[in-house]
């Protein structure tokens, strides 16, 4: 494999653009003094193992009594969402899979799927944690997998898409499609819809796939490669695509934000916006980080500009998330802050450490209703509840004494 498919995304996050022959180091925004309204208040923590590198794709699994996670060592486990008063307690179950394990786990049907950096995927009893299948595909599975219908669809690093079998791992197809040299570590999962899926691939084209028969139904184009270096040519289409309101929301490196036709491919809308961080939308807008860590947000029906928020720029953010009326963002420095929906400013803010040390390196986070999970490179799984802050409950009381005085 060409060794320039391994480009990380660690190149992003430390800020470092080639311009030419130079390197301009970008400076993370210094965070203003702000007294946040919310608080969180740490349920448990666990630690597994230290994570060798923060990959894109692992994430946090849950069903209504566990929460599941792996790390990059192989290890997977479940935990009780209640907390319980001794860590050992804490712990449902435990699996060590022979090889590194660098995406999912993802939970359907009483199973849980991850993916292993010497392309296996691999199905794990939810109950018990007992290895049920492993079926070898191409190369490395960065993209955590997506399961409906009984299927299970995944990407590996080569270029190819799988159908496989949830029940037995038996691969019903396969699809190969042509990376560039040169892309972001990483590939998005794909959507599911209708017995469609959807992909967003390395070229900066979005592909609608039969479910059935792997055939190709469209192809839309999000990004163009532009520019002399193989560098300034990465088009990724690293987002998870997004389906709202009958459309197909796609976000490329160095292209568009795009609001897709699901039967044609043909675009309803676009705005020059680059980014590779998961982004959210709901009925009204459809809310981004940009490549500089610019939180915007965007018209759901017609791709204006709505508001952005250059108060976390360079600071690396993560994956948007969002809860209730805000947006939550963590950045490269364990911050936790929210954001208003309507306006985008920063009400509220945060600091995620655990207690091996301060650590700012956040994996992937979960949102369940008010509580939090947070899988950070320490390999701590942490648990917290979302809370009202004693300014806000102060603020509230005054308001309240200050009606019953009129």
Not at 314 to 320: G, K, M, Q
Not at 351 to 359: I, L, P, Q, R, T
Request: charged content about 20%.
């Amino acid at each position: 494999m060409n060794l320039l498919r391994t480009v990380s995304l660690i190149i992003l996050a430390l800020g470092l653009t080639a311009c030419s022959s130079s390197k301009v180091v970008r400076v993370p925004t210094a965070l203003t003094p702000l007294d946040s309204p919310l608080q969180i208040d740490r349920n448990w923590q666990i630690q597994m193992n230290a994570m060798r590198n923060s990959e894109e794709g692992l994430n946090i699994a849950q069903n209504l009594n566990a929460v599941f996670v792996a790390d990059s060592t192989g290890m997977v486990s479940a935990f009780k969402k209640d907390n319980q008063s001794r860590w050992t307690d804490q712990v449902i179950w435990q699996s060590q899979i022979d090889e590194k394990v660098i995406s999912g786990p993802v939970l359907a049907e009483g199973r849980l799927v991850v993916g292993t950096s010497k392309g296996k995927v691999v199905a794990i009893s939810a109950e018990d944690g007992q290895v049920i299948w492993q079926t070898q595909v191409s190369s490395e599975v960065l993209s955590r997998a997506v399961i409906a219908d009984g299927k299970i669809f995944t990407r590996t690093v080569d270029g190819m898409l799988y159908e496989l079998s949830l029940e037995t791992g038996r691969v019903v197809w396969v699809k190969e499609y042509q990376i560039p040299n040169l892309s972001l570590r990483g590939a998005a999962p794909v959507l599911y819809h209708d017995n469609v899926v959807y992909i967003g691939w390395e070229t900066g084209k979005v592909e609608a796939v039969s479910a059935e028969s792997g055939n190709t139904i469209w192809e839309a184009r999000v990004a163009i490669p532009r520019g002399r270096t193989d560098l300034e040519r990465m088009v990724d289409v690293q987002s998870a695509l997004v389906l709202k309101n009958d459309r197909l929301i796609a976000l490329g490196y160095h292209g568009k934000l795009a609001a897709i036709s699901l039967e044609s491919g043909n675009l309803y809308y676009s705005q020059e916006v680059s980014g590779y961080r998961d982004f959210i939308a709901d009925d009204q807008a459809i809310y981004v980080v940009d490549e500089d860590d610019v939180v915007h947000a965007y018209d759901i029906s017609n791709g204006t500009e709505l508001w952005s928020q250059v108060g976390l720029k360079y600071r690396n953010l993560s994956d948007l998330i969002g809860y209730k009326d805000m947006i939550l963002a963590i950045d490269g420095f364990g911050y936790i802050h929210w954001l208003d929906k309507v306006h985008g400013t920063i009400i509220g803010r945060v600091k995620h450490s655990n207690d091996y040390g301060d650590e700012d390196n956040v994996v992937h986070a979960m949102l369940d209703g008010d509580t939090l999970y947070i899988l950070d490179s320490k390999g701590t799984v942490n648990s917290y509840r979302i809370t009202k802050s004693d300014l806000i409950e102060f603020q509230t009381a005054e308001v309240k004494a200050a009606e019953q005085g009129k």
